[in-house]
T-cell receptor
């Protein structure tokens, strides 16, 4: 069955430190991958997406992600986080011929001063 | 930047009552979706809609649920007889094509009492 896995439910990090949020997806013939951020009591905001082409994708707010087909991963990174990055981050994928997005369970990024 | 608009932002209803959640997708988008997020859980796909018909639905989307695009701009989700377990945040989304980024609305928080 198609799936997206986020192994880390919470990632605490100090301000200005780098961070990586992990995401793995089930192997598929074709895959489109997305990272969304959700601030408390708000909707889902698209951070970045991988549709095709370059495996390194840059998004908003200084985030980037790398698509790795051999490891079926799409990890999100930021070289220096801010307090305002504290939020829930969801990895999502659209696989094969389906148009639905499959979401991971989310990772809460907690940035401490 | 174009937005997906959802109304109301919060709805409280009694168990057994019918509710209609409303969404105005981005005007040139062709694919429409409903997702839900039970408090503290992952975002789950409910249904996708294209060319005035359901293109895909999940096992959650049973006979109690229906969707409609009544006037070419609104996209609605109806729950015929609400249950306590229908309490969740419901997100509408749209995309210009199935393989591009999905834009989400800010959600309707449905509370069934």
């Amino acid at each position: 069955a198609q799936s997206v896995t986020q192994l880390d439910s919470q990632v605490p990090v100090f301000e200005e430190a780098p961070v990586e949020l992990r995401c793995n997806y089930s192997s598929s013939v074709s895959v489109y991958l997305f990272w969304y951020v959700q601030y408390p009591n708000q909707g889902l905001q698209l951070l970045l997406k991988y549709l095709s082409g370059s495996t390194l994708v840059k998004g908003i707010n200084g985030f980037e992600a790398e698509f790795n087909k051999s490891q079926t991963s799409f990890h999100l990174r930021k070289p220096s986080v801010h307090i305002s990055d504290t939020a829930e981050y969801f990895c999502a994928g659209r696989m094969d011929s389906s148009y639905k997005l499959i979401f991971g369970s989310g990772t809460r990024l907690l940035v401490r001063p | 930047e174009p937005e997906v608009t959802q109304t109301p932002s919060h709805q409280v209803t009694q168990m057994g009552q019918e509710v209609i959640l409303r969404c105005v997708p981005i005007s040139n988008h062709l694919y429409f979706y409903w997702y839900r997020q039970i408090l503290g859980q992952k975002v789950e796909f409910l249904v996708s809609f294209y060319n005035n018909e359901i293109s895909e639905k999940s096992e959650i989307f049973d006979d109690q649920f229906s969707v409609e695009r009544p006037d070419g701009s609104n996209f609605t989700l109806k729950i015929r007889s609400t249950k306590l377990e229908d309490s969740a945040m419901y997100f509408c989304a749209s995309s210009i094509q199935g393989n591009y980024g999905y834009t989400f609305g800010s959600g309707t928080r449905l509370t069934v009492v």
